[in-house]
């Protein structure tokens, strides 16, 4: 039994150009999707093609509302969980486990911030969160009003885009970056306020073993006392009949 090769496999290849272009930039793939192209795109080959291709590449705004409506569900959550860590119940008189913690405290004022924040005011007027629908309901709660940010991403989605993802100054960028300080392992606000709890949780561990030790020096000493008390007071027993036995001593007269 003897194998032959009938047709060696190939690489997947697309000619990218303009139709007529005599020297189009080849791009090959051992399978039959290419990445890195169009970011975020990929394109599956399917079918061998003579005949030129045009690839059209929309946004999907039906994407980007639910990943909007998942990131205010999330911050809503995090203002949630940290208010109520931090609330004081005036009826009971009883603190939360973080009332009064200056971290908590700051982390829900930087949230709250950077929802407020403005991004320099571009010409087309949207330059914060409240021009695509993004905007606080009643108290700190988030809402997303989906047609008012279909409405502005119709409008001028390079606008919109450019909200989110400016290089240093766009609400999606800023807030990663200051998500970073807060939760960084090493240097970040929360890693800090860890140390510190950890640093105050030894101390007051160290000093409860120094108040045993000087509580059980108190008390050797208490016990010896005690016993010393103990046996003084079992020799003045044992010496009570000679020393009332003084009184009904008779001495005899001589005549």
Known sequence: LS???LSAGRD??????????DSPVILTSSTNAINGLIEGVTLNLVAQSDQ???VTVTSDAEKITKDL???????NNVITLIDGLTRFDTETNTPSPLTGDS????????MLGMINRTTGGPASGIDRLSDVGISF??????QLNTEKFKSAFAADPAAVEKLFTEAQKGFGVVFKTEIDRLTKTDDGLLAIEQTTLD??????????TQMQTLLERRRDRLLA????TESIIARLQSQQSALTGLSSLQFGTSS
């Open 3 to 5: 194998l032959e090769t």
């Open 12 to 21: 997947a290849a697309v000619a990218l150009g303009p139709v007529q272009s």
């Open 52 to 54: 030129p291709v045009t």
């Open 69 to 75: 409506a998942a990131f205010v569900t999330a911050y």
């Open 103 to 110: 971290a908590a405290r700051r982390v829900r004022e930087r």
């Open 137 to 142: 309901s009643s108290g700190v709660s988030l």
């Open 199 to 208: 640093q105050s949780e030894e101390r007051i561990t160290q000093r409860i």
């Open 225 to 228: 006392q005690f016993s010393a």
